[in-house]
Structure formats: C-alpha cells, structure tokens
C-alpha cells in the first residue's frame, strides 16, 4: 500500500490553465504539508495542514490554493498557471507538526507550456 | 547567506570508497537535523537522523557540530546503489524543516 499517495504523477499543460493535483495518506498522520522542488533541486515547503487547518502558509501566490476536506487529504489547486510553475510538486506527511520522519509521495511532475 | 547550504557536487568515486559531505546551516536555533537521500526522479526518504553525539547507521556516520553549526555525512566502502543525492534538513522551533539543495553523489565501477 502506498502511505503517501499523489494524482496526477505527469502534467503538461498550458499557460493560463487551471489544474488540481490531489493527495492522500493512509497512515493515520495529522499533518500534512506540499512542497516544490525547482529544476535547481531546491526543496521549498508551500503550506501545511494540521487537522484540515492551514498552519504553514510560505510566500506562495495566492494562485495556490490548498484545500483540507479531512486530515487524509490535502489538494493542491493552481490557477492561471505560468510557465515558472513548472516544477515537481511533492505531498508529504508526519504524524504531527514536530514529526521529524517527513513521508513523502511520489511527486507530480508538472510541465507548463 | 542561504539558511541551510551544501556542495551540490557531484561528488564521482568509485566503489569501496569514503566520501564525506558536509552542510552548514545559519539559524543557531535549530534543534533537530537529518540526512535525506534522494534517487532520480524519486521522492525524498529519510536516511538518519543526526545526534549530537554523532550516530552511525551501517556503513553511514553522521555528526554534527554545534558551536561550527555544520553537519556531515560520511559514506564508507561505497557502494554502486548510493549513488543518489544527498539532501541535509535542519529543523528549528518552528518545526518548519528547511532542505539544503542537495549534494549529488556518484558511484562508478
């Protein structure tokens, strides 16, 4: 069973475009967190979840929107994407917010044109 | 300065040798630290925690340096399947964990 479970793992999409990627985790865990990594291989967390409640919200544009319907949930949506939204988006988890074992999935892999 | 910097290498030795990297951080604040390795195109997953007294997993040492605010990882008898990158994380009392962007390491025949 995959604990941390991200869909789509591949996106090509144009500028302009809306797009979702959607995450779950069956391990049970509190919090959860998206991160990206940029073709330089920085890893950046974007925002964090505890309980469905947002508690880490970085500099991101607010064409991010994340969205907690339960604690095993955590989608990403992006609106009018830019060609610097390119970037591979990982979902993660830890049992809580001090959890120092960060789980994550497989990441998405989001390609804009 | 960079909160949490390392060599992005890559680092190309050959099988059966040591390799070190080192990171360093700037918040004297952090409390926890860690090694994560990072396979192409793969998610990162946690390779050991780092303890002030250093700790050793294998054939993996870790330590870490306070007062120099520096954490190393140190690789013996390499191996074919180590090649990957190396991501150090610092974490401080706000439990944001914070990635260094990784030192890439290759392991040839």
């Known amino acids: 069973d995959t604990a941390v479970s991200q869909t789509p793992k591949y996106l090509v999409t144009q500028m302009g475009n809306d797009k979702s990627i959607k995450c779950e985790q069956n391990?049970?865990?509190?919090?959860m967190y998206w991160y990206k990594q940029d073709s330089k291989k920085f890893l950046k967390i974007m925002f964090s979840?505890?309980?469905?409640?947002?508690?880490i919200n970085e500099t991101v544009p607010n064409r991010f929107s994340p969205k907690s319907p339960d604690k095993a949930h955590l989608n990403l949506h992006i609106n009018s994407l830019e060609l610097g939204d390119s970037a591979v988006y990982f979902c993660?988890?830890?049992?809580?917010?001090?959890?120092?074992?960060?789980?994550f999935g497989e990441g998405s892999w989001l390609t804009v044109v | 300065r960079k909160e949490v910097e390392q060599d992005p290498g890559p680092f190309n030795v050959p099988e059966g040798a040591t390799v070190a990297f080192n990171c360093t951080y700037s918040n004297s604040a952090s409390q926890s630290f860690f090694w994560y390795r990072q396979d192409c195109r793969k998610e990162p997953k946690l390779l050991m925690s780092v303890y002030s007294s250093g700790n050793e997993d294998g054939r993996f040492t870790a330590q870490l340096n306070r007062a120099s605010q520096y954490i190393s990882l140190l690789i013996r008898d390499s191996k074919l399947s180590d090649s990957a990158t190396y991501l150090c994380v610092v974490k401080g009392g706000s439990y944001i964990p914070t990635f260094g962007r990784g030192t890439s390491l290759i392991v040839h025949p």
């Open positions: 993660a988890s830890t049992p809580d917010t001090r959890g120092n074992t960060i789980y």
């Open positions: 979840y505890n309980n469905k409640e947002l508690i």
């Open positions: 391990l049970g865990h509190d919090t």
